[in-house]
């Protein structure tokens, strides 16, 4: 006889903790620190703060092999936490300021409280939070997770007076690991991060003692990302009842769609419903399921709405993207290009892309090693199932002549306000048909130029030899 | 100013469903119909019951381009669910009968729901569901998902006697999706099941009417499953302190062990506690914070635990498994292995392989072509991102000389208590070293093997020219 059960959100994620990376020792310290230095990153960068991140792993204790329980201290100048929401956004899970329309870093609502979930089931230990918006006050929590409940559990709690006008997030934690296994993974993830992020300072002292020091090298931040509203061509049937039900019910339909919509505006709406015969006066009170539906498929079948705006994303900018690059590879050649701003299924996107030749790019002499992004965090696994991967692979590179005595990187950096991630560890980004077509003419575009630069050297190299 | 938001599961899920596989509408088409096919598979065979799937597809209204709404009807005579159960087994996430420690295709809790959701917001309609456990009544249900609370809203509910006796349990409702785009997916889903499992007969009428049947061919089914007890080995922190909070307070530890976890008897017992030297009689109530860390830390190192038995799983079995792939393929040569149990962090697990070449194997000569199972589920997508795709790709080829005038096909089945696939959308398997191994044992096997074959059939070839 089969026995049911409902599991909270917190007991299926701890159950299936793999999903979000959370694996090994050594893939779960990686992906402990990486979920908490991108929520302190978004934190800075959301307020147009250039950010200040100190991280400090300590080990505690040597287990058995190579694991060992490492103490986590990570402290950043962001936004901080208010203080009615400290507890519940890193000690439940689905619980974000990340589940608007708007690029950012997190997305889920689950990574830095599952960094934590994981530190507590292995080590039985509590969390520390401090925390504060810059206000009269700076708040510490002491706390655990109730994984049956999905909610957290208060230890202690302290307030002291603000009296620097100190703003940010300190996080101090116990967890299982493996540092020999993930140090490079950590050590790399910082430098791909300092190589697109070349504006934030970075301090980062390892088990061993030793300091990894990015300094800022840029004070220009790239711009704030915009909340934006919904796209027509982003939602269902059943989003767009939410939509109406969340409305004025005395608004007529041509107020709610020029209220409701992103860059739909009078004349737009007019169009519309000129294109589906329905009449714009309707009150949303008036409309019922089949109204509904008609309008939801006419949203569907016209062409005439603007597609989404690129000027609420935040791409690094060329500009900031070579530096960061110049900075941390020291390359012969480097080459930018920045794509104008496309769409899928009603969510903006652009590629950046760079080529780097030489220098301290790492792999074989006349390899292409493949540098991911999104939205500016570096993905380090999972390359044979992500879109630039597969774009890379089925281009045929022997067409493009080039310097091949030294390796080269290729950079892909995603910007949208809904990457689509295959996973929630964020490791691989989906081939959708068009963002697989940018990446494809970014790489060519980069190839081509590289292939000019290389003719040039060819030549400069043989005119010297007469 | 940030805004905080709590999600439930249901909302996570319907915004985030492309992490399931419900992308594009062709997509979303094959998934919904594998995840509700897995169910009714899982019902049938955790009963011992020659599965009977009857599966019909209709295109109700044609959209724009290649879309259309479709009406899934799905039946079987497995198990049925009981009627408490019926609503929240398929309107809510996270409420499943397969969160024991036990081998099923369903694991996550959301695969059915998570179906039907897609169809509820891409058509508005409400679900069918129709189901008895074979008593006295057939219970019928037309229902919504309430998406916001994670909850089944009644539309209306029926009971008829069961004059027959029936059991089992029929599925209907309505979803957008591209047939052009899913059809071959779908039926070859369908083929490689009938390979793997050719004790199932499967009766599937598609859009254009066209009857696809895959009769039953053998009457043996593979073992029934067994739940089993969680491993030592397979247990964290967090677990082992439920695992005491829920025995009586009044068990000697020694008993806690003997009761709780997966071969461990009185002997195994006394010779971890003299490992650990920790006094066996100690009960439960006395144990504190700090013993429980100590037992933990003891669990991990000590060696004397027996590894997780392979009793409690179901592979198909040699024979089973041979058969299935002549019927489907009608191969010149078909070789068949299966490993011996093992196991992965205290789960247990089986690889079944075959290697079966010309006939209808498709792909091109001398070329090999994966078909990857999990727990009796054809895996159809992210090939790239699987562990089977990394270990053949690490085999040298060249030093298995063997005919190249026809396809191979190399069939890998997984079968464990705990499949790590890498994301819930259940398409490829994490390359845990364990399973990598195993996997590469298998393929160079049945490479030797058809090494041989090819010499003979070349040496047979040259002895007739001559
Ligand atoms: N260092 C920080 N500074 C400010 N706010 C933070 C910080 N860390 C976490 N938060 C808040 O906690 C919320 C939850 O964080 P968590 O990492 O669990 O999920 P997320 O970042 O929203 O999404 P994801 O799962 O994609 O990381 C964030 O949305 C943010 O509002
Ligand atoms: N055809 C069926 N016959 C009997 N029980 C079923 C059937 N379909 C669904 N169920 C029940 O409903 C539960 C939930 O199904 P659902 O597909 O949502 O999740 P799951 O199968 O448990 O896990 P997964 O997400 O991996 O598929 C199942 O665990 C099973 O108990
Ligand atoms: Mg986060
Ligand atoms: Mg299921």
Redesign the interface.
């Known amino acids: 006889v ?8 917190s ?2 994620f ?3 903790k ?2 979000a990376g959370f ?1 090994n020792p050594a893939r779960s310290l990686y992906t402990a620190f990486r979920e908490l230095f991108e929520n302190s990153m978004d934190a800075c960068e ?1 307020m147009g703060v250039l950010p200040q991140i100190i991280i400090i792993l300590r080990e505690i204790k040597r ?2 092999g190579v694991r060992g329980i490492y103490k986590l201290y990570i402290q950043d100048n962001g ?1 901080g936490i ?1 203080e009615r ?1 400290i507890l ?2 890193l000690g ?1 899970i ?4 990340k ?2 329309i708007r690029q950012s870093r997190g997305t ?2 689950l990574g830095g409280t599952l960094a934590l979930l994981y530190g ?5 230990r509590p969390i520390k939070v401090v925390s504060s918006i810059g206000g009269r006050y700076i708040y510490q929590y002491i706390f655990s997770i109730d ?1 049956n409940k999905n909610e957290p559990i208060i230890h202690s709690k302290k307030r002291v007076l603000n009296k620097l006008g100190w703003r940010g997030t300190i996080i101090e934690f116990y967890l299982e690991g493996n540092y020999i296994g993930a140090s490079r993974y950590i050590i790399n993830y910082l430098k791909y991060t300092a190589a697109i992020s070349p504006y934030a300072e970075i301090l980062y002292v390892d088990p061993f003692g030793t300091l990894y020091y990015f300094p800022r090298t840029i004070t220009m931040l790239p711009p704030i990302p915009k909340e934006t509203k919904p796209h027509p061509h982003g939602i ?4 767009l ?1 939410i939509l109406i039900k969340s409305s004025p019910p005395e608004w007529t339909i041509r107020e709610f769609l020029v209220n409701t919509f992103h860059r739909v505006g009078y004349n737009t709406a007019d169009k519309f419903f000129r294109f589906a015969r329905i009449y714009p006066a309707t009150r949303l009170s008036e409309l019922n ?1 089949d109204l ?2 008609r309008l939801y ?1 006419k949203f ?2 016209f062409g005439g709405f603007r597609s989404p705006s690129g000027d609420v994303l935040s791409p690094i900018g060329e500009k900031i993207f070579r530096e960061g690059i110049i900075k941390e590879f020291h390359p012969e050649y480097v080459d930018v290009v920045s794509r104008p701003p496309s769409s899928y299924s009603g969510y903006p996107f652009r590629i950046e892309a760079a080529l780097a030749y030489g220098g301290d790019i790492p792999g074989e002499p006349g390899g292409i090693t493949l540098f991911r992004y999104a939205n500016k965090i570096p993905l380090l696994f ?1 390359e ?2 992500d879109v630039s ?2 774009v890379l692979n089925n281009i045929n590179l022997s067409s493009y002549k080039r310097l091949s005595d030294k390796p080269i990187g290729l950079f892909i950096h995603i910007v949208s306000t809904k990457v ?6 964020k490791e ?1 980004i ?1 081939d ?1 048909p068009e963002i697989e077509h940018e990446v494809e003419l970014a790489i060519r575009f980069l190839l081509r130029r590289f292939t000019k630069y290389s003719r040039s050297v060819v030549r400069r190299i043989e005119a010297r030899k007469r």
Chains 1, 2 share one sequence.
């Open positions: 089969e026995s049911y059960q409902e599991l909270s959100p007991e299926f701890y159950r299936n793999q999903l694996t959301l287990l058995s936004s208010p929401h519940n956004a439940k689905f619980y974000s300021s589940y608007v889920f609502g507590q089931i292995t080590t039985g994984i269902d049937l059943e989003m009842k399921d509904i539906k498929n569907r079948e999972d044979g199932s991967s597969k689509p991630f295959k996973s929630v560890g691989a989906a959708i």
